[in-house]
């Protein structure tokens, strides 16, 4: 007798398809298309350029100097979420009271939107009247400084962005590191490990490709960012944070060049692809050592 499969699960995955094909998948090919393209203004429609639009974009200054940016704020914004979410997950790892209240405080900035985010984080930094300039101005700490000065204004909206971020990081590395049985850990300890020694030669090992999967996670999300950079300097002071993304949304919405974005959109996912191959081929190498 021939099982029937029930067909609720894809009842329930519809919409999710649907979405997705819409907003994610259908506007791809459309992207490639107007990378090619460019429209006359005399007639009104897209005429095939070739390779013109690539060219104009890797001649373009501008976008050279959002690469930099793009590049320089990946590293600010992985570092700082990785290294201080693993610190934040190792002391929570640590069963101490009120683990869930910490979660739960660290969890309201993930859910405000980054609008939300940006702007509250601009009125707090305002070099007039901001909250956190009145508080460390005594100590001679301008923190106006993160999105006025165009030395500190990428690790300003790093920081902003890591603030907002940090529970989904921490919960990640949390959920890793509860994997690690205490077994091994004893172990570690009856051969005279210290905690240190047995977090480097034992929990490090074990849970490193949940941690591999975060930081890939934390770079994707850094490079196509831009809702917190968009409200909270616009890409100023002096363009120190327009990054692709949003020197992208720029040539879409502000300057209508919907080419010059398609063909930016190409570049930035073929960016996503080569961090994903990255991470593939270091997790195959992982797997292939512990086949070994």
């Keep these: 007798m021939i099982e029937k499969r029930s067909k609720l699960p894809y009842l329930f995955l519809a919409p999710v398809v649907l979405i997705l094909l819409l907003f994610s998948y259908l506007p791809m090919p459309y992207s490639l298309y107007l990378s090619f393209n460019k429209l006359n203004p005399a007639s009104g429609r897209y005429e095939f350029v070739g390779l013109a639009n690539w060219r ?14 793009t590049f320089a704020y990946v590293i600010i914004f992985t570092v700082i979420m990785v290294v201080l979410g693993l610190l934040v997950a190792l002391i929570l790892n640590s069963k101490i009271p009120g683990t869930s209240f910490y979660l739960t405080v660290l969890f309201v900035p993930w859910v405000i939107s980054e609008v939300i985010v940006g702007a509250t984080w601009k009125w707090l930094l305002n070099p007039d009247f901001g909250v956190l300039n009145y508080l460390f101005g005594g100590l001679g700490i301008k923190c106006s400084d993160l999105i006025t000065n165009p030395k500190f204004a990428l690790v300003g909206v790093a920081i902003v962005a890591f603030w907002r971020g940090l529970a989904y990081t921490v919960i990640l590395v949390l959920a890793g590191l509860q994997n690690v049985s205490n077994d091994y850990l004893e172990a570690a300890s009856l051969d005279g490990c210290s905690k240190l020694q047995a977090f480097f030669r034992v929990t490090l090992p074990i849970f490193s490709p949940t941690l591999l999967v975060v930081t890939l996670l934390n770079m994707i999300n850094a490079i196509s960012q831009s809702g917190i950079i968009l409200v909270l300097t616009k890409g100023g002071p002096v363009r120190a ?6 020197y992208l949304y ?5 300057n209508y060049q919907l080419s010059s974005a398609a063909t930016m959109s190409i570049i930035l996912a073929f960016v996503n692809m080569i961090v994903v191959a990255v991470y593939l081929a270091a997790n195959k190498r992982n797997q292939e050592k512990e086949a070994e």
């Design 56 to 69: 104009q974009m890797l001649m373009d200054s501008k976008f050279w100097e959002s690469a930099r940016n």
């Design 241 to 246: 944070t327009e990054t692709m993304a949003l």
């Design 250 to 254: 720029k040539e879409a919405f502000l």
